[in-house]
Nanobody
Framework: QVQLVESGGGLVQAGDSLRLSCSAS????????MGWFRQAPGKEREFVAG????????NYADSVKGRFTISRDNAKNMVYLQMNSLKPEDTAVYYC????????????????????WGQGTQVTVSS
């Protein structure tokens, strides 16, 4: 099983940028579709961005489209989330997610689709 560890979270001001990283171990992620989810206090975990096994397909929640970019480096077993123009409403714990997806254009888009979760990293955006 693949293990996922997120890093890169922190406290920033509105308009700033952050890059989250997800480091995978145990297995290569080259056969996994990957995603980022987030969960704010008192809210359900929600989809942020997804990328298929090869990186040829990506998708974003409407709330982050044009501001966030998901990418992956299979050779380094890493997935990234570049977050620009951050807003206070982006404040949440961000989770890296994986599910098997070799050869497919799909990616995890719902929490029930996810096979493995990271432990999460806190992102706080002040106004």
């Amino acid at each position: 099983q693949v293990q996922l560890v997120e890093s890169g979270g922190g406290l920033v001001q509105a308009g700033d940028s952050l890059r989250l990283s997800c480091s995978a171990s145990g297995r290569t992620i080259s056969t996994y579709a990957m995603g980022w989810f987030r969960q704010a206090p008192g809210k359900e975990r929600e989809f942020v961005a997804g990328i298929n096994w090869s990186g040829s397909t990506t998708n974003y929640a409407d709330s982050v489209k044009g501001r966030f970019t998901i990418s992956r480096d299979n050779a380094k077993n890493m997935v990234y989330l570049q977050m620009n123009s951050l807003k206070p409403e982006d404040t949440a714990v961000y989770y890296c997610a994986a599910r098997y997806g070799y050869g497919s254009t799909s990616y995890p888009q719902y929490p029930q689709d996810v096979a493995r979760w990271g432990q999460g990293t806190q992102v706080t955006v002040s106004s």
